[in-house]
């Protein structure tokens, strides 16, 4: 069983920082390859808003450059997202989502964040 375990959200002013984390927890240990972060907020599509693969190459969403920095941890199995000055635009839940080779994807089970002005 493949599960993402995600924390690191809550509720900070504007202009606040957090970091998010998810943790890869799978007993075979599938190759992982892109790992990343989305986001949707209400009445909203979710959207990227960053990817990093496994060579560190990465991507990012028109809201989150300039701000927001992914990274992972290979053998960790973990993927970050540093938020720097947080606005309340940015208030969503937050979806860790990996993929891996051969296999698929999975998503995480989602983190509220909200910023408040």
């Known amino acids: 069983q493949v599960q993402l375990v995600e924390s690191g959200g809550g509720l900070v002013e504007a202009g606040g920082s957090l970091r998010l984390s998810c943790s890869v927890s799978?007993?075979?240990?599938?190759?992982?390859?892109?790992m990343g972060w989305y986001r949707q907020a209400p009445g909203d599509q979710r959207e990227l808003v960053a990817s990093?693969?496994?060579?560190?190459?990465?991507n990012y969403g028109d809201s989150a450059k300039g701000r927001f920095t992914v990274s992972r941890d290979s053998a960790k199995r973990e993927v970050y997202l540093q938020m720097n000055n947080l606005a309340p635009e940015d208030t969503a839940v937050y979806y860790c989502?990996?993929?891996?080779?051969?296999?698929?994807?999975?998503w995480g089970q989602g983190i509220q964040v909200t910023v408040s002005s």
């Open positions: 799978d007993r075979r240990l599938l190759t992982i390859n892109n």
């Open positions: 989502n990996v993929l891996f080779a051969g296999w698929g994807e999975r």
């Open positions: 990093i693969s496994r060579r560190g190459v990465t």
